[in-house]
């Protein structure tokens, strides 16, 4: 192809795309098509469909004087990758486009994007108030990470929008929770939780990573920042650690409470960041302070990984929940099977809360207690031949794993108790496989844990 032709190329190029944001102005694209095409247009350069992995550290600048204005966030522009990448940047641009967010930074695990969220708008004597339906990974980094950090913390029930009020104080900087809590599927009323929040000028930060922006967009109901293990359903098929932060970009970080967004950063020769940068100036410190200094940057090939994710997310989404709500059926109806923690269950307390803020489903995470125990929940899982026993949710396979024999190992029965799981607990992150299959799995288990209970009770007839 000569020069000429070459340039005609791609001035055509240009002139769609021109053309295409001439269209999108009027027009709202669906979450479907979101997921596919939201931060990417072809690459300008070769014509690639997919997003490229840009697989460098560094990039050449035009000039020094660009050079100049890039270290000094005067200029957008690639400058290292544990600070900023292409690749990751389509991500980050995806998410926080299905979250409804302003922008989004990537990170290497959803616990580095948590840390980093609360790092970039906490200092030492601050406080945070939180859900205690969390993560267990979440649990043990606010207990000893924070305290580390000289931040106080206080765990409030998440049902009770009064221990939220009661819990704030003075040196509150933010509330956290998780839009569907585990393991007792409690669903999360972001909107009158932000509320209060807000009243006492403080961000709501929720864990949304059972939902998924396909099932519930937390920034619609009040959030202020949304975060991701996007490790579970958003890779979707259990290849890869990451995580993501998403703004909303409307908190007003100068309300006097948060000099560490709003004053002059030493960290950044003087840069007022919320004056600078207005509705990206708590994501500029993100990425520019924290994710720089604390480096748990995600790697291109992840983020690669992750996109390919989200291209499929609300067909797997819907899937999904369609398999988990006949598991729950199907567990709720069996003898040996209790306490069904499904939120999307007819008969949940949650039900209310899930009709409003997860009107396509509940998610797909959720526990029962298996009759006999540790016995009965252990009997179980070794019986199963489809369901994989490991420590992961939002994988398209269907998981399952007994946390009294697992993460839980340390806990005695009753720290297990006051934790929310029973000796017999199983939690189960349900995927997409034939719901039929899971089902008959699940069916000649319980057929094992009877036959065992059996055997015992013979045993005990036995001996006395
Ligand atoms: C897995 C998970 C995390 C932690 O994410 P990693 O990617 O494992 O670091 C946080 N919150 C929830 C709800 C999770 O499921």
């Excluded at 939201?38 to 997919?50: F, V, W």
């Excluded at 937390?218 to 579970?232: C, F, L, N, Q, R």
Aim: with cysteine; charged share 20%; hydrophobic share 40%.
């Amino acid at each position: 192809m000569g020069e000429v032709e070459k340039g005609a190329r791609v001035t055509d190029k240009l002139s769609r795309a021109e053309k295409l944001s001439a269209a999108e102005a009027g027009h709202a694209f669906g979450f479907e098509t979101r997921q596919l095409h939201a931060g990417q247009r072809p690459d300008p350069n070769t014509g690639a469909r997919a997003v490229p992995i840009f697989q460098t550290t560094s990039y050449v600048f035009e000039d020094p004087e660009s050079a100049a204005a890039y270290f000094n966030l005067q200029e957008y522009g690639n400058t290292y990758s544990r600070i900023m990448n292409p690749t990751v940047a389509v991500f980050e641009e995806r998410v926080a486009n299905l979250e409804g967010g302003a922008g989004a930074v990537a990170f290497a695990s959803g616990i580095a994007a948590q840390a980093a969220a609360l790092f970039t708008l906490l200092q030492p004597g601050d406080h945070v108030v939180s859900s205690a339906a969390l993560y267990g990974g979440t649990v043990n980094q606010f207990k000893h990470l924070l305290r580390k950090m000289n931040v106080e913390l206080t765990w409030v029930d998440p049902d009770d929008p009064d221990a939220w009020r009661h819990a704030v104080r003075p040196n509150t900087k933010a509330f956290f929770g998780e839009t569907i809590g585990n393991p007792g599927g409690n669903v999360l009323d972001i909107e009158t939780v932000a509320a209060i929040a807000h009243d006492r000028e403080v961000p709501l930060i929720v864990d949304n990573t059972f939902a998924t922006p396909y099932l519930c967009r937390p920034i619609e109901w009040g959030a202020d920042i949304v975060i991701h293990s996007a490790t579970k359903f958003i890779g979707g098929h259990g290849t890869s650690i990451g995580g993501v932060v998403v703004e909303a970009g409307t908190f007003n970080w100068s309300n006097g409470r948060f000099a560490v967004v709003a004053d002059p950063s030493p960290a950044y020769h003087g840069l007022q960041f919320h004056e600078t940068f207005g509705t990206y100036g708590y994501l500029m410190k993100l990425r520019a302070e924290t994710l720089r200094d604390l480096g748990a940057a995600l790697s291109p090939f992840n983020a690669f990984l992750f996109l390919q994710g989200l291209e499929t997310l609300s067909l797997r989404m819907e899937r999904h929940v369609d398999n988990a709500l006949a598991v729950a059926a199907f567990l709720e109806s069996h003898d040996l099977a209790s306490n069904v923690t499904y939120p999307g269950l007819p008969a949940s307390k949650y039900r209310p809360l899930t009709e409003k803020y997860l009107p396509r489903g509940a998610g797909a995470v959720f526990s029962f207690d298996c009759s006999g125990g540790r016995a009965g929940g252990q009997d179980l899982i070794r019986s199963l031949t489809l369901w994989s026993h490991l420590a992961n949710v939002g994988d398209a396979k269907s998981l399952i794993i007994h946390p009294a024999s697992t993460t839980h190992r340390q806990l005695s029965d009753a720290e297990l108790r006051a934790a929310g799981v029973g000796p017999g607990t199983v939690r189960l992150s349900v995927g997409t496989e034939s719901a039929a299959d899971l089902i008959w799995d699940l069916d000649q288990g319980f057929a094992s844990v009877a036959a065992a209970a059996g055997d015992t009770a013979d045993e005990k007839v036995a001996t006395t």
